[in-house]
């Protein structure tokens, strides 16, 4: 027996036809928690390839080949149902797979990644850290870079897929409890909701080039051909289902609007590949050629200018305050307060306040209440004093 099959406890059950399917289903739709994972490829697509998807009830590891399945709306309705927690593990990529796969969005989401960080175990952490620090099992990694699309899976593959909601399920379980000690349970399923808005607002193709950092550097005219660019790519990369990259880097894209190429032989010099140059050099032309009025420019906001020094040294200092009270309150201090909350503070604050004044009004949700909460404040520094 191999390590990874001898730390599996549940049965696996292979789903590979849409009766079986659709059977296990109606039982989940009546149970109270599920652990959910994904397995996916994502060499030369824009769009994750389900591979194979796995669902742990605390009974059995069911791991699902979406390669056979054709009638996915037993699992949307399980997915969409409200009565349903689902348990994942940074679950980003998964929302990604789901969304494409089924045009869904899980309902009532249990992300334990964010769960360990609003109960001071760590920010970001990773499955088998978290798993191995709160059920003191080591989960081996050996599988993590293989083919999922190949059928049929190795041993190792399906022990390993199983591995991953085996015990998924009974760490959802345990920080669920720990945030229920701790009356915490709602802060999680707001950071979850924001989680599935973060990601829906990611699906704007101009959604690149709002989160750049270099749009700053841009006039006007810049700004505007800047936004095209980058929804044009991010439109052109979903219509022929290629990874954006190949189409043109971040960096070339502003070393386009810099030299403002006039003919495809530019672009050569810009370092585009001869084949993306070949298909699409001339739609790039045309972009940077086009006419540009002032009121598209009136429509484009550009990114912050970087702090000065005397903004870092104010943010610096405000990471220690709020590092030292989450430490003392038992949360990761990168989920307590986020990186711009502490530039925009920097940035536009008045003097009159205390850290923990500025950080109430720079925060809502759990977060402001939370700070509400703390009376008096730990330490009332004047931000202007700093």
Not at 78 to 83: E, P
Not at 276 to 281: A, C, E, Q
Request: net charge negative.
């Amino acid at each position: 027996m191999s390590s990874v099959q001898s730390l599996l406890r549940q049965p696996i059950i292979h789903i590979s036809d849409n009766n079986t399917l659709a059977h296990y289903c109606e039982h989940w739709l009546r149970c109270r928690l599920l652990a959910i994972d994904t397995e996916f490829m994502r060499v030369d697509t824009y769009y994750p390839i389900a591979a194979v998807i796995q669902v742990n009830d605390g009974q059995a590891n069911y791991l699902i080949d979406p390669l056979c399945i054709t009638q996915w709306s037993p699992l949307t309705q399980v997915m969409a149902c409200d009565d349903v927690i689902k348990a994942f593990h940074a679950c980003s990529e998964d929302l990604d797979v789901f969304n494409n796969l089924l045009g869904v969005l899980p309902v009532k989401l249990f992300d334990t990644q964010i769960a360990a960080a609003l109960l001071g175990i760590g920010a970001s952490v990773g499955y088998g850290n978290l798993v191995n620090e709160c059920l003191g099992v080591l989960l081996p990694k050996g599988e993590t870079r293989s083919n999922w699309l190949v059928r049929p899976l190795s041993d190792g593959q399906v022990h390993y897929a199983a591995l991953d909601v085996d015990y998924l399920f009974e760490l959802a379980s345990l920080l669920e409890k720990k945030l229920q000690d701790l009356e915490r349970e709602s802060w999680l399923y707001e950071e979850c909701e924001t989680a599935i808005f973060n990601y829906q607002s990611n699906l704007d193709p101009a959604s690149s080039f709002y989160k750049s950092n270099n749009t700053w550097r841009l006039d006007a005219k810049s700004l505007v051909l800047a936004k095209q660019l980058f929804e044009w790519r991010e439109n052109t990369a979903r219509e022929k289902n290629i990874p954006k990259t190949r189409i043109i880097k971040d960096a070339q894209i502003f070393e386009v609007l810099s030299r403002m190429p006039s003919q495809l032989s530019d672009l050569k010099n810009i370092g585009l590949h001869d084949s993306t140059i070949r298909k699409l050099g001339k739609s790039i032309l045309e972009i940077v050629s086009g006419e540009i009025t002032e009121d598209m420019q009136l429509t484009v906001r550009t990114t912050a200018l970087p702090l000065t020094k005397s903004e870092r040294d104010k943010v610096k200092k405000m990471r220690g305050y709020v590092t030292e009270l989450a430490q003392q309150h038992a949360i990761a201090p990168e989920v307590l307060i986020k990186k711009a909350v502490y530039q925009d503070i920097a940035r536009n604050l008045t003097a009159d306040l205390t850290y923990l004044e500025a950080l109430q009004q720079s925060t809502k949700g759990w977060r402001q209440a939370f700070l509400k909460s703390l009376c008096p404040p730990v330490d009332p520094v004047n931000i202007d004093s700093i």
